[in-house]
């Protein structure tokens, strides 16, 4: 059975766009798939954060991952500071990793971009998340856009580290939707949905209540015109909520035109709400629940024992080809 891997940087609150691009995925994999899911907390630190703040929002994503339906019967949920291998095989594939390519990152050209100070760590951020994936043999990674040239790197790791050292590594896939890869800010459809944006009007979060969706959903940006018509390059904003729509309901894009025909954005508009609405008030129910009950502990906990299992073997193979002395 293939093997999947993917993680959020517990980082601050989540927003629809991991919902659709990550999340909804990890619910759907779990079917087929053995699949590992971590609140990617090493990464986090990249920038700075509050330690209470990183324990709640690691918390939290759990929580988020439960109430979603992610099973934890049929899928591996920790987080990935409990296993050690990962911050050892990230500095291992850190040696591996030229400068060139770290610098090529747009992630980090974006993160970076009018900063004074910058952390090493925000720099080699991709290298630890080669270690994630090739630490597990993952074949499939559901994530964003965003996160594809990390992938390519992390591709290009593998097939470097098995040229050097004996075939290791499974090169992995990802697993990138082909309607929802890129959500978009609700106030400009040339930004990516965001937590970081200061506008909360740009992105619906997974924890706002129904009746703050439903303004920022009526407030959100659309084209000139009135026709509901997927076509990103001239009709970008509605497009996005087009995605949207399409991603919550399994409907496809040409349905919706269809079923818009002629009514303008309006009845749109107010009908996507109510999808989302639909979609995320239960999910908020249940994170309500299980946050209070603790259960997203005794996972978490579990969690690491099952994901620790897997991975120190890999590490001690990969030390092993490097040339590491055993004692
Ligand atoms: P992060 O925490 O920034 O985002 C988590 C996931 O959500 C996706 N995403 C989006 N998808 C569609 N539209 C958007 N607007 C949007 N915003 C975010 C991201 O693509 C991602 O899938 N480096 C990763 C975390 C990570 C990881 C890993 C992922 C660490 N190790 C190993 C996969 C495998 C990150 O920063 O994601």
Known sequence: MKQVLSG???????????????????????ESYHCLYMMADLHAITVPQEPAALREQSESVACLYLAAGVDPEKSTIFLQSAVHAHAELGWLLTTLT????????????????????????????????????????????????????????????????????????????????QVGARIMSLDDASKKMSKS??????????????????????????????????????????SNLMSIYATLTNKSLADIEAQYEGLGYGPFKKELAEQIVAVLEPLQNRYVEIK?????LDVLRKGAGQAAEKAEPMLTLVKERMGFLKL
């Open 98 to 177: 030229y400068m060139g390519e770290l610098e090529r990152m747009t992630q980090f050209k974006d993160k970076s971009a009018g900063k004074e100070s910058i952390g090493a760590g925000l720099f080699t951020y991709p290298s630890l998340m080669a270690a994630d994936i090739l630490l597990y043999n993952a074949d499939l990674v559901p994530v964003g856009e965003d996160q594809k040239q990390h992938l390519e790197l992390t591709r290009d790791l593998a097939h470097r580290f098995n040229t050097r050292f004996g075939e290791t590594f499974t090169l992995p896939e990802g697993f990138i939707p």
């Open 197 to 238: 944006n200061p506008n909360p009007g740009s992105y619906i979060a997974l924890l706002d209540s129904p009746d703050v969706i439903r303004k920022k959903i009526s407030r959100a940006v659309t084209d000139s015109g009135r026709e509901v018509k997927y076509d990103p390059a001239a009709k970008p904003e509605v």
């Open 292 to 296: 209070k009950s603790g259960y997203h």
């Open 8 to 30: 959020i940087q517990p980082s601050g609150f989540l927003t629809l766009g991991n919902y659709i691009g990550a999340i909804k995925n990890y619910v759907l994999l779990q």
